[in-house]
């Protein structure tokens, strides 16, 4: 015999925290929509975005390396998967809702277009006059209008509870206004433990691709304070880190995070004692995060990484790569809309000729891009 929705929406209420928002208490969606008998509201969130079309297209988008420079380093889906991983042990640790969280992480990126950062600043910059580019704003809109899967109506039909928590992503920019909420409130703590297990995951991961390439040793890391930490902690020294330890290394900076924010949270919490997750949202502050040693440790390894990986002469000759395509290709759709596919060029005259090759674009992989390039500039490639 099968667990019943309402079993489950049981489940949470008797084991929950208080502060926890309980899919039985969600405001639902915008358009009416009759819940599964074996799922909760938030499970059956957290499945349409796995199945959705911009969900499948991260595997080969870019999280730091382009995607023909080699199979072993993350791409944007493994980043998704990874951040959703962490957060879910903080969202079990601290008795909140574990779907909830796994639903806003796995969106968290839908919205990225090719070759990662490089891509966005360049679409960005194409579209200054026309309201600019934020993949945040964009998984936003992929969620609620993009995603065609439904006849009588746009985008996933998620709950307001995981659009807000899109919404209130706080590592990029908070979007309150798409979402009808408050931008002086809080997301709640489901949406912080996403926040913070992005950053976390960001870190972390790209520290193991960056060691991994060559762009720096363990002797340029000895200027970190929390590698030296780490260093001290496995008993460690060397110039030269082989591949078992390296992973080591990586899975103890994971916990080492990990065991600070649930430490510093659960302190906060105590604190606050809150009684509803309206007593996170009206705080003054976020309640998940680090505490102060810990947080000036993960901003000095983010510098260390700006410096030494993301402006490192090879990274950056991706990233301009990247820029050159995605800024040829936006040019030559502008010029002549009609090289769009028919559902595109559709929407030109209800979001704007410049949104609507902007959208295009954000869909592609990085393969995609690469061969749309080709077809659009290359002489001997067929369109």
Known sequence: MYATRERLEEIE???????????????????????PRYRTAFQRDRDRIVHSAAFRRLEYKTQVFVNDEGDYYRTRLTH??????IARTIARALRVNEDLVEAITLAHDLGHPPFGHAGEDALNALMQDY???NHNHQSYRVV???????????GL????????????HETTSDLSHLAGLDPNSRGSIEAQIADASDSLAYNAHDLDDGLRAGLFTPADLEQVEIW???CDRLNWRGEVIDEITRHTFIRELVGLQVDDILECTAKKLAELNPQSPQDIQRHSENVVGYSESM?????????????????HFRVIRMKKRGE??????????????????????????RIGLHRAVADYIASMTDRGALLEYRQLYDPVTRP
């Open 228 to 230: 030296r930490v780490l």
């Open 157 to 168: 039909n998620l709950t307001r509870e995981t659009l807000a928590g899109i919404a209130k």
């Open 13 to 35: 209420a008797q084991t929950l925290a208080p502060y926890a928002l309980l899919s039985r208490n969600s405001q639902g969606r915008e358009y009416p929509d009759s819940e």
């Open 295 to 311: 947080r000036r440790q993960h901003q000095e390894l983010k510098q260390f990484l700006y410096d030494h990986m993301y402006y």
């Open 144 to 154: 609620t209008e993009l995603e065609e899967r439904y006849s009588d109506h746009p």
């Open 131 to 133: 309201g600019g580019f």
């Open 80 to 85: 998704t998967l990874e951040v959703a991983q």
């Open 324 to 349: 050159q395509f995605i800024t040829a290709i936006f040019n030559s759709l502008v010029r002549e809309p009609r090289q769009m596919p028919p559902e595109y060029l559709a929407d030109v005259d």
